[in-house]
């Protein structure tokens, strides 16, 4: 399987290093399977072909300024499974750059993409899907801080802001400067199974469980930009039971029309799923208590119904209640 890692001017050499070694880490994983039998994998081992690329096979200066060479130019490169586009270093006005190299590769991956390659972003990278018109009626994430900066410059784009991976008709999204690596396991598990993915996180001893973003972000970051989210937030935890969008739109003194106008161009949201998300968020904070069940912790987050929180948890995180619940508990081991 041939992955073509390709890099811009201001790139993060984590992603281009980092990405050709996930995938040189789970061929090694399947031949020492292979040797002497020390994981247990019953699928054979995946091969995988990296290339390094530039728009023009000219060497790359990281966002530190340092050279990185590639291996070609994407004219060399016809045909290929995936191609991956880590983070870029950001402008001085903190945003994910522009430049002519952009522009000229948007035919290409266009031309890939329509022959059935995989085209994934990490971060910023994520920008240069939106330059060539990839994320046009997808739904895609990238890096908390940049959601809004995402929706302004591609509106066409289903932007979704806590989640930590999406794929939506081909094209992969994933949020945080190192999310290359949730970025690496879903190709692997999706060019070569679900097993290939597993063996290739426990070898190289990384979380193969995605989260949402929600987990990392400031709580209050996206509600302090706007007195009527923080409001809107506030009215979502402090009700005894769970809204209805009409019941929302009261208690904030607006109609409901304007609270789905609002919530939309400010989180890219509806009503419902916004009081999803918030009540979802309490439960993962009441989740990280001691002695709480997992049906009173459904209680208090506003679902009567323990199962129906269940699947709505999953959908949310990737993970069950008592999953996340034991995560949290090893991850603050750890720090």
């Not at 031949?31 to 994981?39: E, G, S």
């Not at 995605?210 to 400031?218: D, E, F, G, K, M």
């Not at 009527?228 to 929302?248: G, H, I």
Request: with cysteine.
């Amino acid at each position: 399987m041939k992955i073509v890692l390709l890099g811009f001017e201001g790139c993060l050499p984590s992603g281009i290093v980092g990405l050709a070694d996930m995938f040189w880490l789970a061929e090694q994983a399947g031949q020492r399977h292979a040797k002497n039998d020390i994981l247990d994998v019953r699928s054979p081992a995946a091969t995988f072909e990296v290339i390094t690329a530039s728009m023009d096979g000219q060497p790359l200066h990281d966002g530190r300024g340092r050279p990185l060479a590639v291996d070609a130019s994407v004219a060399d490169i016809v045909s290929c499974d995936a191609i991956l586009i880590p983070g870029l270093v950001e402008g001085a006005d903190g945003l994910p750059p522009k430049t002519p190299a952009m522009q000229n590769v948007i035919t290409w991956l266009r031309r890939q993409h329509a022959h059935g390659a995989l085209i994934g972003g990490s971060c910023a990278g994520v920008f240069v899907l939106g330059e060539a018109g990839l994320l046009n009626g997808r739904r895609c994430t990238t890096t908390w801080w940049l959601h809004e900066e995402l929706t302004r410059r591609y509106p066409r784009a289903d932007t979704v802001w806590s989640s930590a991976l999406l794929e939506d008709q081909g094209v992969v999204t994933a949020g945080g400067p190192l999310s290359w690596v949730d970025l690496a396991l879903h190709v692997i598990r999706r060019l070569a199974g679900p097993e290939a993915a597993r063996v290739a996180a426990d070898f190289s001893v990384v979380d193969n469980t995605r989260l949402t973003q929600t987990v990392y972000a400031p709580q209050r970051y996206i509600s302090e930009r706007d007195p009527l989210l923080l409001n809107a937030e506030q009215a979502v935890r402090q009700a005894p039971a769970r809204l209805t969008a009409v019941e929302l739109a009261h208690e904030l003194a607006i109609s409901e029309r304007t609270l789905h106008r609002k919530l939309k161009a400010l989180v890219n949201e509806s009503p419902k799923v916004f009081m999803t998300r918030i009540r979802l968020e309490m439960a993962c904070t009441l989740l990280d208590g001691q002695g709480v069940s997992i049906k009173r912790v459904a209680q208090q987050s506003g679902y009567e119904d323990e199962g129906s929180f269940r699947r709505a948890f999953i959908r949310f995180t990737g993970m069950n209640p008592s999953a996340y619940r034991h995560w949290l508990k090893t991850r603050q081991r750890t720090e």
